[in-house]
């Protein structure tokens, strides 16, 4: 059950606009059994359009095509659509209600061409949402599904789920069954993943093993396509628990599971709370913290401390360790750990102080280097790392590197590999 | 000087991945005056890999082909080149070296299955980086360049700036001028954007404008192609004036500037410093502000005063007042910016307290209901607002929305549109 991507607009084909929404479709379609085999990107141009839609119609099972559909000049899908297929664009009266509406609502009055072109659609083509806003629609040909969609992120995901899911099933039929369990690692090259697990990859030939660096992480994903037999299945469950044997505490999470959701859940079975102190990367761990839903169960608080004078205040580090040896130190990442420790009350305590760049490097302190302290009931550590990379990607290994340290505390009290403290 | 690009990988087809190294590849293309016209994205299967090469030399000036050529045995790009441009495969001795350098550096021993697959190219590849780690390489075919890149998203980067651009300036000559500018704009819909706007469009009819939802923000672009006459030049800029003065204050930024970078130029140009209390923001606003390189000079301090009692220790919130009026109200709001700024001696401060979901919603203050606050040298007021759609864009909604309150406050004393404080 193959099917086709046509993404269509100038902002995708020219960078300025990152094609996230052609992933969402195609990875909601591979979970529900419906597979992808081509993702063409293309801009606002008639004759392209033309030939892509031509040309993918001979090669798929069904077809989603987004973007341009708009009522600004740059939409064309219908124009290109009509030519392709040669079929005469006809006035959609639903349409033309619901933009009436929508004046009324935004007190404006649309000038008529804008009209034409959002309620001009080609003959034959079902509304597939007449009640929403937007105006994706569906179009048969030769018993192949031609699906039209939005190409903004919200309404695009709305038709995918709500529309173009149930209707495959409808017309195509439930799709294969797919197994995908992926492993999130952290602390190891996609050379070290693929070298340790080389050997697993070997001994079960019958399932697909890929390899993906997703900074600061690489993920790694076993796949089993098609009628699975129970034998095929077994082998599946038992490549991933060789995988997670030979990574150990290398896999940070699986699946849809983050590094930040899998500490929350150590916490919680730990009964204890954590609090977080930052300097440079500016409140980067607070926000990854509370990015998990339900937070608030073990998140107390956190502080940005960017000043020296705000780490004193707050935090109680000494003015004269700030100057004996600097903000950026082992002195001031233990300090701040204790300082959040002590304020907030809770059980465990991390702090980042570091030098994210672009400036502000020394020959001793140079661009990259970060402090992470870590203060637990039974001790305060910190421990010296050097991160390559952007300012951006400091702030992000240095956050990623701190909740780190925390989980394989929390599981078996050991600190990252490599890194012992002063 | 059309090109296209070709993405390979199981990853990026099944959605798991999304193509951020197509868009960035393009974006820099574009800048750079060499547009590609067709960005086509596969999975890791010869047959279709073989073919997409074949079509794309047909159609294209260059062709940059990405993903595939590392290690594992789902990299198939260097054997589906091998057939698709009918050249045998060589071993390359500069890429061996460079294995073993890397066996000596991780003292791993890679198998010779392994070795062979990095190492062996088609032959007539002129490795790009031969210093580097990754094997990106330069193939002509009738003329036309191909290059094949890692499709690791740093190591394709350098190659794009490093190597691709500058090849193809010595081979194609120097790309056509192209002048594009990109406007920033939040607090307005796309369709209220374009309504706005549809007059200028129409007036200068040499231009192409563009209008993209890109969340939460829309951004507006006004493309110049081609060899460009001074009378083009001026009705561009003519066009960009024009749009500047009909949408004011509601642009945030042009071309790369941020919406926090803005505001930081702002705080400079006032010589004065913020800080920031968050709550369901979780630290996401003082994240951005210190986004910005040399945010060290305005950004004093932030806390994330997650818990009720955070909120009394480091703010001085009253209890009475959590008690009476909830940590979600305007009076805590006010109580968190006017802490916070007298903690921190800034000139301004924002604070953020709402109720981000999925959970924690009453029917007095549903999901989504946010107070922002804001202490100045002259007073302090607090708005409350209602942020649709889910956590994520309810915490984005937020920042931004605090972000641009402070940058309209410091250019003209302004609110944000709509709202007043109580």
Known sequence: MHGEIIAIGDEL???????????????????????IRRITVIGDY??????????????????????????????????AVSKALGLPLEENTRILEKISECEERHNITYDETFKRKLSMLPKGAEVLNPDGHAAGYLLMQDGIPLFFLPGVPNQLENHILNQVIPRLKQMLGIGKSVMQKTFKIF????????ARLSRIESRYSGLSIGYYPNFPEVHVTVTLKGESSEETRNSCYEACSAIRDTLGLYVIAEDENTLEAVTGRLLV?????????????????????TDVAGSSAWFERGVTTYT??????????????????GAVSSEVATSMA????????????????????????TP???V????????????????????????????????????????RHLTDGSYIPGYKPA
Chains 1, 2 share one sequence.
């Open 364 to 366: 001793e302190k140079p």
């Open 46 to 79: 008639i004759p392209v359009i033309v030939e892509c839609i031509n040309a993918a119609i001979l090669r798929s099972k069904f077809l989603i095509i987004t973007g341009g559909l708009g009522p600004t000049a740059d939409d064309i899908t219908n124009e």
């Open 338 to 361: 204790e300082g959040i420790r002590r304020l907030s009350g809770t059980e465990y305590s991390l702090s980042i102080t570091g030098i994210a760049g672009p400036d502000g490097g």
């Open 187 to 194: 602390g190891l090259s996609e050379i070290e993943v693929n």
């Open 269 to 289: 079975r730990n009964n204890a709370m954590v609090s977080v102190a930052e300097s440079c990367t500016g409140g980067l761990l607070g926000q990854r913290l």
């Open 368 to 407: 990259g280097t970060v402090f992470i302290g870590m203060a637990t009931p039974e001790k305060t550590a910190a421990l010296r790392f050097h991160f390559p990379g952007s300012r951006e990607k400091v702030r992000i290994t240095a956050t990623e590197t701190a909740l780190d340290w925390l989980r």
């Open 308 to 325: 020296n004078r705000s780490k004193e205040e707050i935090l109680g580090v000494p003015h004269d360790m700030l100057v004996r040896h």
């Open 13 to 35: 084909v020219s960078g300025r606009t990152i094609n996230t929404t052609s992933s969402f479709a195609a990875r909601k379609l591979f979970d529900a059994g419906y597979s």
